[in-house]
């Protein structure tokens, strides 16, 4: 099977533009999750996702936003972009929602802001 | 809260040798606990996790990980470190809310 697959690898942005992330789950998976990742804060979890509905949100402005379509691919949008949202967003898929399955992740997106 | 804790920023060891990586966890309940490893550039890669049952998790690569309750750890472990295990290692513990916790990480170099 092929792996969870994120695009674009690489993004520049300026101030107060706006961005949007893609991520394709592992066929079969149904929740996707994103976490951002930087030197400061290490990894910390943005939401999630499963069957469409966001089932989970961790605590970043409403600025960071996402869906899920049917077809269990996933966005993410961050709207008026600060210096700070340089960061490698990195998303996840599971089989399900349940605990006990591990996530499996993509590559990441590296989002500089300029 | 759910949490993990990674004491060390840097971890050092010989090819050859043994290495651990430790962590240690503060749940309330029974934790679900996980490692992951992340090479320069890279994802993270699943290496085990801990639901419950053996307190000796085995995964992938030749590591290996000890479940222990009333040291609250779960340190990382592997018999013989090869060149190629320097990396970035992340503890992880599922909260109430399915979203993974993870530790600050830890830096492992092998040096041959």
């Known amino acids: 099977k092929a792996g969870v697959t994120q695009t674009p690898r690489y993004l520049i942005k300026t101030r107060g533009q706006q961005v949007t992330l893609s991520c394709s789950p592992i066929?079969?998976?149904?929740?996707v999750s994103w976490y951002q990742q930087t030197p400061g804060q290490g990894l910390q979890f943005l939401f999630e996702?499963?069957?469409?509905?966001?089932?989970n949100k961790g605590n970043f402005p409403g600025r960071f936003s996402g869906r899920q379509f049917s077809n269990s691919r996933s966005e993410m949008n961050v709207s008026t972009l600060e210096l700070g949202d340089s960061a490698l967003y990195l998303c996840?898929?599971?089989?399900?929602?349940?605990?006990?399955?591990?996530?499996?992740f993509g590559p990441g997106t590296r989002l500089t802001v300029l | 809260a759910q949490s993990v804790a990674q004491p060390e920023d840097q971890v050092n060891v010989a090819e050859g040798n043994p290495l651990t990586v430790k962590c240690t966890y503060s749940?309330?309940?029974?934790?679900?606990l996980f490692w992951y490893v992340q090479y320069p550039n890279r994802g993270l890669q699943f290496l085990l996790k801990?639901?419950?049952?053996?307190?000796l998790v085995k995964g992938s690569y030749g590591f290996e990980a000890e479940f222990n309750k009333s040291q609250t750890s779960f340190h990382l472990k592997k018999p013989s470190a090869l060149v190629s295990d320097s990396a970035l290692y992340f503890c992880?513990?599922?909260?109430?809310?399915?979203?993974?916790?993870f530790g600050k990480g830890t830096s492992l170099l092998v040096t041959p």
């Open positions: 996840a898929s599971r089989l399900s929602s349940g605990g006990h399955n591990e996530q499996f």
């Open positions: 066929s079969g998976h149904r929740s």
């Open positions: 996702y499963f069957s469409e509905t966001q089932r």
């Open positions: 749940v309330s309940g029974n934790p679900y």
């Open positions: 801990y639901i419950t049952g053996d307190n």
């Open positions: 992880a513990v599922l909260n109430s809310g399915y979203a993974l916790n």
